[in-house]
């Protein structure tokens, strides 16, 4: 099956910050979210970005379909974005495969 | 637009019991797929449904099971329960063809 991996596995920024989320995917896919999991354990939906640039106020996503990554940039980081990054895939068969997800940890 | 509902949030079941978890999709969604999370294996895919059948099935053992009806609300069912099978389980519903998947609040399940 498609093997997806993330990095870094932690990240620790101080407030204010800029960090960059990478995703890396070994096929091609029809879909590619980025997902932010709440301390209850809610998958919360960041980006669907199967291909090129989106922005959210201070988050951003990038997907290169042809080299078959993904960035997800977050600015001006705030203690509230501490939480765990998840991306995942669908090479359509109809499931998402994740990745491991990187731990992000804003200290004030 | 209400979104995806799981139930029960929290369970406590004992080794050897069965337990079913549902989940209502978002109005309109016909595809739902069921996710297990632990800590040792992270975010494993159960298996998905669109319009009543089953599409697609990860690797888990025949212990797990589901079903989806024809409103699009599911069930998963898990007989016979393991300590290993502590965990959280997450749903989602899509659209099914490829589109934006959203999740809803998981059940957690804990095996004594």
């Known amino acids: 099956g498609i093997q997806v991996e993330q990095s870094p596995p932690d990240l620790i920024l101080q407030e204010g910050a800029n960090s960059t989320l990478r995703c890396n995917f070994s096929d091609s896919v029809n879909n590619l979210q980025w997902f932010h999991q709440n301390p209850w354990g809610q998958l919360i939906n960041l980006f669907y970005?199967?291909?090129g640039t989106k922005q959210n106020g201070r988050l951003s996503a990038t997907t290169v379909a042809t080299e078959r990554y993904s960035l997800l940039y977050i600015s001006s980081s705030q203690t509230t974005d501490s939480g765990v990054y998840f991306c995942a895939v669908d090479p359509n068969d109809y499931k998402l495969s994740f990745g491991a997800g990187t731990t992000v940890t804003v200290r004030a | 637009k209400a979104g995806v509902t799981q139930t029960p949030r929290y369970l406590i079941k004992t080794r050897g019991q069965q337990v079913t978890l549902s989940c209502s999709p978002i109005s309109g969604h016909r595809s739902v797929s069921w996710y297990q999370q632990t800590p040792g294996q992270g975010l494993q895919f159960l298996f998905e449904?669109?319009?009543?059948?089953?599409?697609n099935k990860g690797n888990f053992p025949g212990r797990f099971s589901g079903r989806q009806f024809s409103n699009s609300r599911s069930e998963m069912n898990v007989s016979t329960l393991e300590l290993g099978d502590s965990a959280l389980y997450l749903c989602?519903?899509?659209?099914?063809?490829?589109?934006?998947?959203?999740f809803g609040q998981g059940t957690r399940l804990t095996v004594v």
């Open positions: 989602a519903s899509s659209s099914g063809t490829g589109d934006e998947a959203f």
């Open positions: 970005i199967p291909s």
């Open positions: 449904y669109f319009s009543e059948t089953q599409r």
